[in-house]
Structure formats: C-alpha cells, structure tokens
C-alpha cells in the first residue's frame, strides 16, 4: 500500500475504499477469483465462498449481486458485450448473467461438469463461445447462442485450473491442471495438439505476451514461472509470410480460420495491426515485413538486438538505433563509444582502493639503504618481495620504461593468479591484450574480453606503448589493427556467442557473431539453434549470405514435408536457384494420391507421373544417368531409379581417384525414395545408401 501511494497517489484511496468494500461484501469468507470489465473500466466483479458475484463501481457503489447455491470459484466478462458475464459454481454448473436485466437470476445455466467448477473464459475472438474448466479433469467450450455444450476437452489426469484462449487463433485453446501439465487444445474437433511437461506441481496460471500472442507464461506451485514459444504450432503461416504468399494466406476472418481443413490463419487485433501499419507505412518493403513478423512469432529476448544489428551491418544511421541498443549486444564499432559514455557516467561515484602490507623490517631498512645508494631496481625488487608492488611501480620508470613495463607485466600475472579485477589496469597499461582477454575469459566475462580486444583493434593499445605523449589520453588511437588484434577479438567474440548458444540462447549467440558483421557465423548459429524462419529473414534482408540463406529455406522445406504441407515446401524451394535436386527429392518424398503428386509436379515445374516415366526411359541409354535416375525416382517406378543409382555408385567407386563429390549427389537423390515404394527383399539396397551415406558424413 506504501508502494502504491508513491507511484498513484490519486488512485490510493480508489483502490483503499474498493478493497475495504470487497472485504465489506463478501465478509470474512474467501475470494477466489476478481475481473474488471474490459467493455466499461469502472466495472469489477468478483466471487467467493460466500455464494455470491459482486459487482461494484470503482466508486465503491454496489451494482448487482447474483447469489449461488454454492461458493463461487471462476469469473469472466464477455469481451464483445459489456453487460455480460460468466461464473462458475462448486455446484458444477457454468451461469450467464445479463447486466442490463432487471432480474438477478442467470439467463443461462450450463451443467454437464461432474464437479466443481473452477474457471470460465469468453472467447476473444468468438462471439457466444466460453470454455469452463473443473475438478472432473475436463475443459468444455459452451456456445450461448445455441445453449449447448459443443466440445468436451479430455486428457487432464487432475482438476483443470488455468485456462486461455489464444487472441490470433480462435481455435487455439490452453488449460494448467493438477496434474502438472499444460495442454493445448484444437476446440474444433477436441484433439489435444501439444502437451508441455517440464512444471512440477500444479499449474495454476496462464497468460501470453500482449503483442506476440505465441508467448505463453505460466505459474505453478512449484514455485516457478515459465515462458514457453507456441510458434511451431502455427509454422505455416509464418513460413508463408517467407515464400511471399498475399495476406489473405496469413490473416483470416474468424469463420474462415475456424473452417477444419483450413492452414491455419491469424485473426486477431494485434496481427491485424501489425498489417495495416506495414501497409501504410512509407518503407512498405519486404524486408520491414520480415522484420515485424519474426518479431511478431520470435521470443522478444534478442530478436531485437539481432534486428538492430542487422540495421547497423546495412548501414543504418546511428541516430536511429534504440535506447535498449546500448543494454544488449552490440556491433564493435560503437563499443568503445558506448563504454566510454559509461566511464563518463560513472566516474563521478568511482571509488579508489589502496592496500599496504607490512613486512619485515630488516628488508625495510635494506629497501631504505638501497634507494639512498641510488641502487632503484633492487629497491623495486625487494619491495615486490614485500609484496608492496605499487611502491616498486612507482620508481621503476627511474630504472627504464621497459623495466617498468616488465615489472607491470610480473604485478599482471601475480593479480591474474589472485583472481583479482585490477589484473584489467595493468595489463592495458603495457598493452598486454592477449593477457587481458585471457584474464577476462577465465573469469567468465566474456563481453569484457570483446570490449578489450575491439579497442586493441582501434588502435588505443598501441598509442599507449609506443607514443611518449598524448595530447589528452582520452581518445582510442587511430593505428589500424594488427592480426593479433583481429585474432583476440574474433576470439573473444566466439568465446561469447558459444557460451550464449551453449545456454540454449541461439538468438544472442547469432548477434555476437552480427556484431563483428560475420553474417555467415551469425545465420549458421540461428541454422543450428532451428531459428529457421528468422534465419531466413536475416539472411533475406542482408542479402550477402546465399549459402546460409537457401540452406535455411531448405530445412524449412523439410519441416513443411513433416507438416504435410507439401504445396508450401514446393514454394519455398523455388526460392531457391538451381533447385531442380531439391524439387526432384521434394516431390519423390511426397506420398499421396496420384492426382496430388501430378499437381504437386505441376507447381515444381516437373512433367507428370507417366511423363517422367517416359522421359527415364529416353534417357536411359543416354550419358547422362543423374538425369535418367532423377526421372525414374519422379515416375511410379522409382526403385528403378534406386537400382541404378546404386549401380552407378558402384562404378564410381570402383576407380581408384573416385571423390566424395563423384557420388554424394547421387546419394543425395536416391536416398529420398520413400521406403513404401521398394519390396521387403529389397531392403539390402536402402541399408547400402543409408551406411554409405554415414560413412561419408563422418
């Protein structure tokens, strides 16, 4: 409450008088549940064990009470109608009332629960729908309009608690339970399409990010709260934005997203935001449109750093970068300007530390005698015995500048081997960066080491060393980076991007690499970590990295075979020059009807079943085999094409000069024969590719 009157002086006492007045009305019984009316602000209702739903003012006034024959557990406002409202009742029962009524009995009462019901949820997307969740482990969704149960969600080996429809989705449906899980539910025909397992206790609470609605959060008893991605449950629609499908591929009505059969579509508010603004906006290019929807789909830790690194690699100007730029990973040329500004900030609450050890006093006197004698280096020596370095660095300048830098490079091991943060001032003194990275890598500071090894790059080390003066000493120098320097900084980089990819972060790992614009590194790391569709993005807005690039849009092509999406696959293939393998492997993957694999052809750009059969049997006595194969593994007898392409192996092999580039094609095309296709006395040809091909992996 003391909290609160800092930050809303002027809501203190709304909110003071609103809660003495719910304590007031429900009395000293329990409250289970609390929802402010999202039509009309000044409404809020809330539920307890007292049997009753109120509904207040934020004035406190009291505007409707419904009583219950039993504690009241779960409420919702209706999104789409503000005098409307749901609970539900340990008496197993879900009840609509009507605000605007001048009677305080349900207009609907829902039963079908074999137990208490704990929560109820409006659709945001579907007028009429609500779903209940109950102790007999079952989710239904009712449909007011035509006073029915229309689904019943099994699967919970518990009491079902949270509750969540998704706002793009309106099929899309989430629910916590007793049983430690999060299920997620297609309401259309009632499957369960994904279980989430890692909590372990019972999950209570369930919410999504408000503008990447494939954010979910989380909260259990076991004392955690979890984020979890629900992108790879809609793939299609952001892979369609990739292939560059028109918007009525990717954003629906409600009726035509809920229609079975149906690729999934999005049809919230937020999505259709995000289309209205890349439509009007004066930069409406493709790249913006990537940009905004892997953010719209992508875990918002990194995406946008990465964003903004791919802004700085294509030559944006600086002004226009962020206030959070600085805070995330940045690219080296602006490390330095970046930390200075940091230095500046903190200097005026930096802090000195000094530390004096005492020593013997025989050696004392001896250090006395020696520097009254002029005799300054075994002064220096003996005081570093004594451990008292700073004195013997103070002097040692007397002796020669490289004594001096010597003796620093002595006192820098001595405090690496302490573990000691000061190790940084003496090894940057001498321009010892190799030391300095080294020290900073085994101390786990990674970003540090980067920092060090980029103003070696710019040249502030070697002004340092070699300049006997400084017109002010602020400035990094202006000497071009050695090979040395270059070495230490891309060391310290991959140092940093492995420990992010190595703790599951392949995003920020990616902006490391971006950092130092390794664009290649960078999109293999988002290859590796399955980031596919940014990968894709990246790749696509930068437009210098074609080898990474098409070897993401491949792998998509694989993810969309696995979907059933066979149509899409093809697509995204033909983004892809000199993709005639790749189609060739596509369509001879594809099991379906004949009908379907000719159109599938058609859109590839390949002849037809019987063509391709045809074509094969022209090509047969011809040079050209690879073709001749291609052609056969395409018709309806492709374990001709896998004869021959065996045999053509092992002719190659048989030469002595043979190369993994002679046959690892071939293996390539014949291995995407589907296993149905060839008989069980066959098999042995399969086992031949399939070990060859490990063999010439490893």
Sequence with gaps: MKVLYILYPGLLVISTALWQGLIKMHGKSSVFSVAWNQKDSKRIMSVGADNYCIVRLVNGEIFQKYKHPATVYGCDWSPNNKDMLATGCEDKCVRVYYLAASSDQPLKIFTGHTSKVFHVRWSPLRDGILCSGSDDGTIRVWDYTQDACVTVLKGHEGPVRGLLWNFEVPYLLISGSWDYTIRIWDTRDGACVDTLLDHGADVYGLTCHPLRPFLLASCSRDSTVRLWS???????????????????????????????????LLAGKTSKDLRQWLESSSSNSKARTLEHVSKFFSQPVGTDNLWELVSVVKGIDDTLLSQNYSQGIMHVKHLTKYKSSEAQELEMVKMSRLGIHSKEDKLREAAKLHIKLGNIQRYCEIMVELGEWLKALSVAPAVSMEY????????ATYLAREDSDDVSIYSSAIGDV?????????????????????????????????????????????????????????????NL?????????????????????????????????????????????????????????????????????????????????????????????????????????????????????????????????????KFYLLGPTPETGLELGVQEIKKKLSTADWTVDDVFPLIQLISSIRSDRFLQHKLEQLVFIINFKTYLLN
């Design 230 to 264: 629900l992108s790879s449950l809609v793939q299609p629609i952001e892979m369609n934005v990739i292939a560059g499908k028109p918007w009525t591929d990717i954003i629906g009505t409600t009726e035509s997203a809920m229609a079975l059969g149906n690729p999934p």
């Design 404 to 411: 001096w830098k010597s003796l620093t490079r002595r006192y």
């Design 434 to 494: 190799e030391q300095l990275t080294d020290f900073y890598t085994s101390q786990g500071q990674l970003l540090d080491a980067v920092v060090s090894a980029q103003v070696a790059c710019e040249g502030a080390f070697s002004q340092q060393q070699y300049s006997e003066s400084s017109s002010d000493g602020l400035c990094n120098g202006d000497n071009l980076p050695t090979k040395l320097h270059k070495k230490l900084l891309e060391k310290s980089v991959n």
């Design 497 to 629: 991007a492995e420990w992010y990819f190595d703790n599951g972060s392949p995003i920020m790992s990616a902006c490391c690499y971006l950092s130092i614009s390794n664009n290649q590194k960078a999109l293999w790391k988002l290859i590796q970590g399955q980031e596919l569709e940014l990968a894709v993005a990246i790749g696509t807005v930068l437009g210098n990295t074609p080898v990474q690039t098409y070897k993401a849009i491949e792998y998509l092509s694989r993810r969309c075979e696995h979907l059933g999406k066979w149509e899409l696959a093809v697509d995204l293939l033909m983004l892809i020059p000199d993709n005639d393998i790749l189609l060739a492997q596509c369509c001879s993957r594809c099991a379906a009807s004949l009908d379907e694999i000719n159109f599938l052809h058609e859109r590839a750009g390949l002849p037809s079943l019987e063509d391709c059969f045809n074509e094969a049997e022209k090509l047969r006595t011809k040079i050209n085999r690879v073709e001749c194969i």
